[in-house]
């Protein structure tokens, strides 16, 4: 078995993100890396929006980024820690929109270990020097420098190690042009190593140390270590040099401490704390990341908390010392992975789980009525300060950018009875957690619908002049008349145009500089700027049936089959063309492709014929009319369109820089072909098909990026466009249409106006590049697992949260502290406190926005959603609810019975419980309702229905359970499983069960002897996440450190297995290997690189083939693809080796050791690799394919037939 | 010559701490196991977003309270039993 593997949706979780002017404009970009993915954003500060620009899938774990800018110079580079045991020192390039490797140098082996330096970088602020740090002992410094043609160099690696020592964190200290200095937070652990007593490991304190680099006499020292008071997460440098006092902010559990060298005192303060907060007060709090900026004038710092409250810092200096810090409580967002400050006034922050925002920086909260909290106050020990939530004052978001991390589960179904399956996906974590329901598809926003008299058969938008930047006219065209709306703040009907408004239009436009064209049956009529009309009539009984016109040129074809030409000459006049062409049959469709900028005119006019042709005819004056080329089709064809796409681009497009014209031909039957036209010949190559839909399929011409792509209207609308240098066709998530055309004003600069029955919509397509589009379903709780009930189109899913109240227990604990508030007030207080109290108990503070108060631990709240309608059961305090199922007992065949499976008093670590529970509730009505609860003595954590029972894991037991008046009744059992069944899943009697560390385990139910026998099991060590049935013999297995494997069980097993039909064998035949005396062969083996949550073998686009779909923690969805044939492995393989060695990953990490990071991969091609032939430069292209024996666009469509065969 | 591969075993030694001998005690063998897996989740984003979502804490949390424990995974040291 042979599979190819392919990422549907990149992971969308920013571990961290860096900013700069990476294109070496004034822009401010952002680099972010998402795992194995690194992406380039630039947020547009007029339309305050984030747009991905590139992303690159670097096969390897990007574990921090750096940007460094050399001294002097106006672009930035970034150093990318990883753990391919090299550093590696990337450059955007603009013109190409990729990154490039400036300089990767070795140091030491590969993956993420703990003492291969790759966790930690730190940049000298002058971008002299870079730090690369490991977890424990190794740091390395490198020495960047220019060499005399102005390109960077980098010097060999400087060691500033230090053995039995665990770094916390690297930061690079700005001390101007000194000699470059880096702190580190770091324990050494020899002492308590050596200590039987235990007392050195209690005494061991934190060092900051300071490693400075001479960089005259090119070595690294230890200038200076001092012990720090507790244990710090954190170290944020302060702004030296010119711009401020230099030095450190040390963060650590409750405290903020600022340090420096020479005479400056410690200044540390507590970190302030929400007033009549719910939490745990013995918890601590931690800064976990901060966003410096800093101006000629002032820095400051935005640091935030875990609980998500930004704070703004600011230091007061005098004579050069800090003298104190001053903390200011700014807003409360969600728990950002990294900040970033940009100078046009926006913040950005990518959440560790959830969607990332930009908001724009309203105030600076300098000056209202906050408190400003100083270090100079006094305190008492033990004492801090409290501030007050608010919602959100000096941030406004502009922008959400949408990320499924972390995604808990995954299934694909299709409930709402539409003729594609949607992925139904549990994502987010607590109060912020989602149901969404994905559909492959582009979001569309309706700008504006409204009603037309009657069923227009045409829209087309005008322009007044060639130079205006939006459209002035929308005319929409009906069975007998013409009607001419103009596009102001509304949109009104005119009459003023010049258009001819009784008769039906075929096409109308702006031609040349500034006129107006309309064509109809019986003519064309041009519109001059200052409203003269020439007409030209139509000969005879003829009439024009369709046309085809660009800024230039008319094309028109009369019936039966004579076309005429026309283009204008340089006053403006529209000439005729001296002879016409005749065709053997009658003109269906035709398209003209559009003026290239700086010529005359476009060579290229195509003719679709009944013959089931279409012919290239030739526009050059030298041979015009003449026939190119043609290209048989197999059926007749609807539509054509000429559009000219390359570069994505906008800035490059302006260049005029190469873009090719595609024809694409919508045919009758619902098909789309796209061919590459050749610039010289007109030839038709590289012919790609798609089936669209059961209707013809019509095209029109937009603007989406500032570059021209295609509409193709059939059942469901298709868009095609460029989208970061690679082409794509997407189906728009939105009704069918009828006719369509770019539409462009003010308010929607790159829209679409369309007509839909008798309704005229504007539409604007806003998420581009997008493969999903969404649809939110609010959770209260991290979702852990869900059920979907096919029978009824239902859905329940349940949620649990550690550290977590239930609402009845937060009220109960908000009316105490409301009591605690009023008693603590003295006599004279009394009323005061009492007001205080109530407005506290008043006081509603939505979850979503500023999380959940934190339990202690231990503590656990849970709820049981149902779906539709919406249903939310709360269990109490400290049950939480790990697993569900939807069963239909034998016993009672038309009810429908939901299974939860509860701990009680769960601890995580070390792991125990006080038992649990199995409540099993009655679907009825759309209700639950609870039939009883079942005691069980571990924590059911998998359940899955079975032949009319319920199987159930708990612990290292699997049992099969059935329905019982008061309890579930036990009815068979297993205990012999390693330590903890995770993973549940059947097929006939069949059932394969998931251990959490032990692989799984193949089991047979014997019904006649009542007993669950396990048959066959796994070689490896895996710590399933998920397991799923390929068929009766094959499994896939997806586990927690990212690998997925397929097993099968050989013919051999099966066979005994018939031939034992006791199982008695099995069962007493135990001992291979500690475990079942058979074992599975492993039939393919791949690493993903997240945590695989969900897999499920199924199609997931109508008409195609079973794939398995597999979604992981960051928030990525992929499929694997098995092969059909052998050539297409060979192909594939091949292609997969030569890319490996033309194109190997930008990060240095080698890509088949990459894909076999826990296992050796087998079996399995990487398609993410070999869809980067796109991406490569044409010559390299080129030398690829010839060692392939094909063209580079034979790949390119062998890629794409791969894709478009399983998925999209 | 048995002393250069002993004095390469030593280098290795030095070089990567945790490689084995053959007096390798079985708490610092499971020292070494703790340590290494704690920089390997810390190293994994994926896995310790995977803790900090069981855990319901932030991911920071998490990376801190790993590397505290770093200190000493397995409790204090037994011990040392006179060698005769």
Known sequence: MYLYSLTLQKSSCITCAVHGNFSGTKQQEIIAAKGKVLELLRPDANSGKVHSITTLEVFGEIRCLAPFRLTGGSKDYVVIGSDSGRITILEYIPSKNTFEKIHQETFGKSGCRRIVPGQYLAVDPKGRAVMIGAMEKQKLVYILNRDTSARLTISSPLEAHKSHTVVFSVVGIDVGFENPVFACLEVDYEEADNDPTGEAALTTRQMLTYYELDLGLNHVVRKFTETLQDFSNMLIPVPGGNDGPSGILVCSENFITYKNFGDQPDIRMPIPRRRYDLSDPDRGILFVCYAGHKTKSLFFFFIQNEQGDIFKLTLTVEDDMVSSIKLKYFDTIPVASSMIVLKTGFLFASSEFGNHHLYQIAHLGDNDEETEFSSTMLLDEGETFYYSLRPLKNLVEVDEVDSLCPITGCQVADLANEDTPQLYVSCGRGPNSTLRILRHGLEVTEMAVSELPGNPNGVWTVKTSASAEYDAYIVVSFVNATLVLSIGESVEEVSDSGFLGTTPTLHCCQIGDDALLQVYANGIRHVRADKRVNEWKAPGKKIISKCAVNNRQVAIALTGGELVYFEMDLSGQLNEYTERREFSSEVICMSIGSVPVGEKRCRFLAVGLADHTVRMISLDPSDCLQPMSMQALPTVPESLCIVAMGSGDSSESEQGVLSTYYLNIGLQNGVLLRSVLDSVTGDMSDTRTRYLGSRPVRLFKVKIQNSEAVLAISSRSWLGYMFQSVSRLTPLSYDALDYASGFSSDQCPEGVVSIAGDTLRILALEKLGAVFNQMTINLKLTPRRFAIDQQNSNLVVVGSDHLCFTDSTKSERKQQMAKEIIESAGDEEAELAKEVAESFMNEVLPATEFGEPKAGNGQWASCIQLLAPDQSLELDQDEAALSVAICRFAYKPDETFVVVGVAKELNLNPSSSSGGLMNTYRMANGQLELVHKTVVEEVPRAMAAFQGRLLVGTGRILRVYDLGRKKLLRKCENKNFPYRIVTISSMGSRVIVGDVQESVHFVKYRAKENRLVVFADDVSPRYVTATCFLDYDTIAVGDKFGSIAILRLSDDINDEIEEDPTGAKAFWDRGLLNGASQKANLEASFYIGETVMSLQKTTIIPGGSESLIYTTLSGSIGVLLPFTSREEVDFFQHLEMHLRSENAPICGRDHLAYRSYYFPAKNVIDGDMCEQFNALDGSKRRTLAMELDRTPPEISKKLEDMRTRYAF | ?84
């Open chain 2, 1 to 84: 010559d048995r002393y250069n591969i002993h004095s390469q075993v030593e280098h290795l030694q030095s070089k990567y701490v945790g490689t084995g001998h053959a007096d390798t005690t079985k708490y610092e063998w499971m020292n070494n196991q703790h340590r290494d897996t704690y920089a390997s989740f810390i190293g994994h984003h994926d896995l310790l977003s995977y803790f900090a979502l069981v855990d319901n804490e932030s991911r920071e949390r998490i990376r801190f309270v790993m590397l505290q424990k770093m200190l000493q995974p397995c409790g204090p040291p037994p011990e040392k039993l006179e060698t005769e």
